[in-house]
């Protein structure tokens, strides 16, 4: 089963320090999406790619954090001088589409950050 | 603005009976809604999803879910709860004007016990 896969699963840092997580999405799905999810609370909308291109940023995604999806397949997400508000998990989901239909997203299974 | 509610925190269901996980939806034009589920430190995994047509979906695991526009809501249920049906369960509904975006309610926790 080649599913959504993300690396780590889990990661513990210091404040001010960086981090950066990799989704690699389904083969072949065109659209990338990062979420955050705290507890007690569902998904909220970091980010998302059309093939390489990130269409769509969330007002959540301060200038801390960026994203990039070169050649379209695997993504990074990089937090710069984490903070400890930062501590989170970071799901990313995959769909495959054409443009303007309601897809479906397939989510990994996560990265947990701890920011101590 | 496009949301969602699940008014349960928790939901507490004895194994063989009938269980009802409850969404309400605000959504300006036709709602795309679906239903996820998150077993413990796991993504989430797709259950079924309501974009138009009949107003019974059925999903996965034996799911099901009743779109109700009178009421705004989109119900998960499921005839016979199972121990391991024991998950958090999240209601979505993604933007008609912006397909990028999906906003999902807060979670209710299915305990069901033997």
């Known amino acids: 089963d080649t599913g959504v896969s993300q690396d780590p699963r889990h990661k513990i840092t210091k404040r001010g320090q960086n981090v950066t997580f990799r989704c690699d999405p389904i083969?072949?799905?065109?659209?990338l999406y990062w979420y955050r999810q705290t507890l007690g609370q569902g998904p909220e909308f970091l980010t998302y790619?059309?093939?390489?291109?990130?269409?769509?940023k969330s007002r959540l995604l301060s200038d801390r954090f960026s994203a990039e999806r070169p050649k379209g397949s695997f993504s990074t997400l990089e937090i710069q001088r984490t903070e400890q508000g930062d501590s989170a998990m970071y799901l990313c989901?995959?769909?495959?589409?054409?443009?303007?239909?309601?897809?479906?997203?397939?989510f990994g299974p996560g990265t947990r950050l701890t920011v101590l | 603005a496009q949301s969602v509610a699940q008014p349960e925190d928790q939901v507490n269901v004895a194994e063989g009976n009938p269980l009802t996980v409850k969404c309400t939806y605000s959504?300006?034009?036709?709602?795309?809604l679906f239903w996820y589920v998150q077993y413990p430190n796991r993504g989430l995994q797709f259950l079924l999803k309501?974009?138009?047509?009949?107003?019974l979906v059925k999903g996965s695991y034996g799911f099901e879910a009743e779109f109700n526009k009178s009421q705004t809501s989109f119900h998960l249920k499921k005839p016979s709860a199972l121990v391991s049906d024991s998950a958090l369960y999240f209601c979505?509904?993604?933007?008609?004007?912006?397909?990028?975006?999906?906003?999902f309610g807060s979670g209710t926790k299915l305990n069901v016990k033997p």
């Open positions: 989901a995959s769909s495959l589409a054409p443009s303007g239909s309601a897809d479906t997203q397939y």
């Open positions: 083969s072949e799905h065109n659209r």
């Open positions: 790619f059309q093939n390489e291109a990130q269409l769509e």
């Open positions: 959504v300006s034009g036709n709602p795309y």
């Open positions: 309501y974009i138009t047509g009949d107003n």
């Open positions: 979505a509904v993604r933007d008609p004007y912006n397909f990028n975006k999906f906003y």
